[in-house]
């Protein structure tokens, strides 16, 4: 069964930083596309950023690129995302994603989801 916890959020004001770590288990992660989508309150889940297999393709949100980077570690199983220069509409509930929904940067193609992690800034 496919698990992921994702972990690293918390409060932080405006400018500052956060690093968001998911690992996953349950079957190999190497040969997937992993992605990071978020969740504002009253607001659809969005993608936000995704990695290829390798590591060597990532993609980003218009509204993220250039702030956070995404990268992984396919020893451990596990994809990061680096946010920085984070702004107030940021805050939301970051979830990892290791499916089809990564591949497609679509949130409605995914199958599964971790609980989420809380990321809230402050202005």
């Known amino acids: 069964q496919v698990q992921l916890v994702e972990s690293g959020g918390g409060l932080v004001q405006a400018g500052g930083s956060l690093r968001l770590s998911c690992a996953a288990s349950g079957r190999t992660f190497s040969n997937s596309a992993m992605g990071w989508f978020r969740q504002a309150p009253g607001k659809e889940r969005e993608f936000v950023a995704a990695i290829s297999w390798s590591g060597g393709s990532t993609y980003y949100a218009d509204s993220v690129k250039d702030r956070f980077t995404i990268s992984r570690d396919n020893a451990k199983n596990t994809v990061y995302l680096q946010m920085n220069s984070l702004k107030p509409e940021d805050t939301a509930v970051y979830y990892c994603?290791?499916?089809?929904?990564?591949?497609?940067?679509?949130?409605?193609?995914?199958?599964?989801w971790g609980q989420g992690t809380q990321v809230t800034v402050s202005s």
């Open positions: 994603n290791a499916d089809q929904a990564s591949v497609a940067h679509n949130p409605s193609l995914a199958s599964y």
